[in-house]
């Protein structure tokens, strides 16, 4: 789409992005969780061509953020990652302009060395070699949360999130 029919269509109410050719949109991501996906993936100090949507408006959502990254493809381990900051995204894989792979993501039932056990006694901060490792379920209410392997102890995604410098706002913000 040129420039010119981008502010057309700006002008009718609605502002189009440009389309990427190759990579990943990430879409239907918690409000404030966009910034964590970038901070955690450190694609902000990668270069990377980068579109992003903060509290953008949505049918089913209310609000959402989003994210187009251009030659990007997330491996099942991101996708992990991802889905513990964005449990009810979705993703779409994008080659040559066109959607060839869409998915929900769901949460892993463990995460290893993706983030630091919040228990300060936990042997993963003493032993150099000790990978933090995290058992992940859902609790009845439908809260994430997270066992650590070693400690034992669970901790709420928010706290894990928090501890590991991440904004761990609710998704219901």
Known sequence: MSVSKELNT?????????AISNGTVIDHIAPGQAINILRMFKFLSKNNELTVGFNVRSGALGKKDLIKIA????SPSETGQLSILAPNATV?????????????LRLPRETVG??????SNCITHIEHGATPRFLIRTDKDGK?????HYCEREFSRETI?????LEAKSSKD
């Open 10 to 18: 700006a002008d009718q109410g609605h502002l189009m992005v440009e």
């Open 71 to 74: 030659n990007v493809v997330f």
């Open 92 to 104: 779409n894989e994008i080659k040559d302009y066109k959607v060839v792979d869409k998915y929900k």
């Open 114 to 119: 993706d983030f630091k056990c919040p228990n």
């Open 144 to 148: 994430v949360m997270m066992r650590c």
């Open 161 to 165: 999130l928090e501890y590991n410098g």
